[in-house]
């Protein structure tokens, strides 16, 4: 009887593989180039001649809301910047922290100057504090960096008061002045480069290690007016070793802290768009 099934196929043997003449999984060509790594928003590569850079005056003309965001190496984040500065120094001692392999903090060379500032960058930006006897304004026709503002608050810090505005403060502000000056410079802080004359520093009431820069709606308006989208709260504290004390007769209670001066004089037209009173250092930058 015929099977039904057909005749089956004979096996054969694989030819054999000499698996030690050629790896096991033989590299593939790639497709395509391999991508580069995107470009940190916040490189300096971003900043200098023909990169966009919003103009605040007409920002304000316009009426325009932009989210402007802050570098993240000054902004106050945690409670602290990344960036370390105390405003009694020269520049050059301005560091970075970092955290090693360990997981430890470490403080390495400050390489950011060239940074934007914020993002989209701005012409100019306007900084106020709780400890500030008037308004920071900083300017960079090609855009702020980081390195134009920490600059621009040491330099500010440690340039004379003119005597119209020392001889037109508080009693209390005088005093206080008269008692603790001299701790902010050496030989009690070896690093401080502040001079003999009586300078901006001297009002900050012992307030002079940075803690960050942030946007604050409600302090912007108790000190300048309105919410102007260009203006910044830097926040500074007392060196832990420090335990002076802070006068605060002639202050004006604010949600900052520590109120603002009553000094207000006539007002000016800022290239921000704005009305400024005069006062201190000749009118307002």
């Not at 919003?54 to 409670?79: C, E, K, W, Y």
């Not at 009002?203 to 910044?232: Q, Y």
Request: aromatic residues 6%; proline residues 11%; charged residues 15%.
């Amino acid at each position: 009887m015929a099977t039904p099934y057909p005749a089956a196929t004979p096996y054969t043997m694989a030819p054999s593989v000499n698996w030690t003449s050629r790896p096991m999984y033989a590299p593939q060509a790639p497709s395509s180039p391999p991508r580069r790594s995107a470009l940190s928003p916040w490189s300096s590569s971003r900043t200098g001649p023909g990169k966009e850079v919003i103009d605040v005056a007409s920002l304000v003309a316009s009426h325009r809301t932009v989210d402007i965001q802050i570098n993240p190496i000054v902004a106050s984040r945690f409670g602290a910047p990344n960036l370390h500065a105390d405003v009694r120094e020269p520049i050059e001692c301005v560091s970075v922290a970092s955290t090693d392999k360990d997981g430890q903090i470490e403080l390495k060379e400050w390489k950011g100057q060239s940074e934007p500032l914020t993002l989209p960058m701005l012409n100019t930006v306007m900084v106020i504090s709780a400890s500030f006897q008037e308004p920071l304004v900083v300017s960079n026709p090609t855009g702020v960096t980081v390195g134009d503002f920490v600059t621009h608050l040491l330099n500010w810090s440690q340039s004379p008061i003119p005597s119209a505005t020392l001889s037109a403060l508080p009693a209390s502000h005088q005093t206080y002045i008269e008692q603790h000056g001299h701790s902010l410079r050496a030989p009690f802080h070896p690093n401080s480069i502040v001079g003999p004359h009586i300078s901006w520093i001297d009002l900050l009431f012992g307030r002079t290690v940075f803690k960050g820069l942030k946007r604050d709606g409600p302090s912007t308006r108790e000190v300048i007016g309105w919410d102007h989208p260009a203006c910044f709260v830097v926040e500074l504290s007392k060196p832990e070793s420090s335990n002076a004390g802070s006068p605060m007769m002639g202050m004006s209670a604010t949600p900052m802290g520590v109120g603002m001066p009553m000094m207000m004089g006539m007002g000016i037209m800022t290239p921000m768009g704005m009305m400024m009173p005069q006062m201190g250092m000749g009118g307002w930058m």
